[in-house]
């Protein structure tokens, strides 16, 4: 799998860090926010970092049952 | 028919021609008392403790796939119960002993080979937390032994004890732990629960779940809607979907697993091995296979199959630890779909819906704890309520702060 890094261009995800559902960026601190998913099995919004490349923060919108990388954009924008 | 040597001798005089299928391939019938969804080790052991602890019969265990076609027969089939924290141990501890006595409770051979855990540790640290956690085990009546290195040596002397990166400083060792066959754990609570009168119908995917008012009625499957008294969801890898049927939110995550195999060998593994610093574990399958493994891929996954970035970070891993495996050519890899909770345990349980129950969340954890989340789910199910080696498995846990959490990573579940 690879991701366009709008910054870096495509790159191997093994540059990358994922950390989850990008309803996380929000930053709700109630039970649901922290707790609860809806871990879908098409198309999923998540967040992932660029560590061994720019560091940014990015939001990938990903098929998680194909693997297809439907959008990538930097997070928060 | 019950299996024993008289019969193996009786069928062989007859040309063998008298072995009958080990369950019926019976259609749906219009209603049940109650339907598991889900024909893996864990529904078909609900559907087979319901009949035989609490004697319901009009049970239906309804698989959209084929019996043991699911992760049931794709995992790394390691029994142990080495855990420490309040709420797990009590409930692996019950577990290993029903394994200890499955065979002969199914009729079945299982092939339950108690060949041992050998958990490595390579710091102080490491030492002194698994030489609590082995104290923890003993306490409670299980079996720990902490080796130190001469004593590792000794017992598995392929590991690399020469220059190595991580050097054994010695190991917990939990002799009753080992492996056994998945393929016959699924066909043995298959044929027990059908021999009790339970329906397994496979091919039948559940596309919808009837509620009225908060209470379940029935199923809508891919054959037909299907009407039933109590409804227990059991389809770990695909619980957010099926939840999401009952209008539930899970703290549930999909993840992918990988495992691999090597081509068959003489004797060499002989116990199950966890190099827990490098992401790696191994044992050697009955059929000569040196089947491994290691970590997640670590996002969010439904697609069965890992990433090559995995599959080398595993390899180096084993090569780091057992030098000798590079001499060998690994057949197959696969991916298991997880669902991976929040504090990295399972959860069996009461859902908002009257009479519609949930297990799930078993991580990659979900093999060994077969015939308890059986029995466990089925007391639930026939009673309403768990059993004590059970009963910290809540639902509601994440919201009230009783998490079950043996890697203290968070709410994080692809890194537990």
């Known amino acids: 799998m690879r991701l366009a890094c709008p910054h870096c261009g495509e790159r191997d995800s093994r540059e990358f860090s994922y950390l989850g559902d990008a309803k996380m960026a929000a930053g709700g601190e109630d039970f649901a926010s922290v707790y609860l998913r809806e871990n879908p099995s098409g198309a999923h919004a998540e967040l992932w970092q660029h560590v061994l490349g720019c560091r940014a923060w990015l939001e990938v919108v990903r098929n998680v049952s194909t693997h297809e990388v439907i959008s990538v954009k930097e997070a928060g924008k | ?416």
């Not at chain 2, 082995?134 to 392929?158: C, K, Q, S, T």
């Not at chain 2, 899970?250 to 990988?258: A, G, K, N, R």
Request: one cysteine or more; charged letters at 20%; proline letters at 3%.
């Open chain 2, 1 to 416: 028919m019950r299996y024993s040597a008289l019969e193996i001798v009786k069928q062989g005089f007859s040309g063998n021609r008298g072995w009958k299928p080990l369950w019926r391939d019976p259609a749906p019938k219009s209603a049940y008392d109650i339907i598991i969804i889900g024909g893996g080790g864990h529904g078909l052991a609900t559907a087979y403790y319901l009949a035989k602890n609490h004697g319901v019969r009009n049970i239906a265990v309804l698989e959209k796939g084929y019996i043991g076609g699911g992760n049931v027969g794709r995992n790394t089939t390691i029994v142990r119960a080495d855990y420490g924290q309040k709420g797990n141990s009590p409930f692996y501890s019950h577990s290993l002993k029903l394994w200890e006595g499955l065979s002969v409770e199914l009729n079945y051979n299982v092939m339950f080979s108690p060949r041992g855990l050998l958990e490595l540790c390579h710091s102080d640290g490491q030492i002194e937390s698994y030489s609590r956690r082995a104290n923890m085990i003993l306490a409670r009546g299980d079996d720990a032994e902490m080796l130190d290195r001469d004593a590792v040596r000794a017992y598995a002397p392929y590991l690399n004890f020469h220059a190595e990166r991580f050097p054994i400083r010695g190991g917990l060792l939990q002799r009753r732990a080992g492996t056994a066959r998945h393929d016959a754990v699924a066909w043995g609570y298959a044929r027990g629960a059908d021999a009790l009168g339970v329906d397994i119908i496979q091919n039948c995917e559940v596309t919808g779940i009837d509620i009225e008012a908060g209470v379940v009625r029935g199923v809508q499957t891919s054959r037909g809607a299907i009407k039933a008294g109590k409804v227990g969801i059991c389809v770990a890898g695909r619980s957010s979907q099926l939840a999401a049927m009952a209008g539930m939110r899970l703290p549930i995550e999909s993840h992918v697993l990988q495992a691999f195999v090597t081509e068959g060998l003489k004797p060499f593994i002989n116990t199950v091995i966890n190099f827990g610093v490098g992401h790696f574990y191994i044992c050697q399958s009955d059929k000569g296979g040196l089947v491994f493994g290691g970590d997640l891929d670590g996002y969010n996954s439904y697609a069965q199959r890992g990433n090559l970035g995995r599959m080398e970070h595993v390899a180096e891993a084993g090569m780091s630890m057992i030098p000798a495996l590079g001499k060998t050519r690994m057949l197959r890899s696969w991916g298991g779909i997880m669902d991976m909770s929040m504090d990295g345990s399972p959860i069996i349980d009461k859902t908002h819906i009257e009479k519609l129950y949930f297990n799930g969340g078993w991580c990659y954890g979900g093999f060994k704890a077969i015939p308890a989340s059986g029995s466990a789910y089925a007391q639930l199910i026939a009673t309403g309520d768990l059993p004590a080696y059970a009963g910290a498995y809540r639902l509601n846990r994440f919201e009230t702060g009783h998490l079950i959490n043996e890697e203290g990573t968070g709410a994080q579940p692809g890194h537990h």
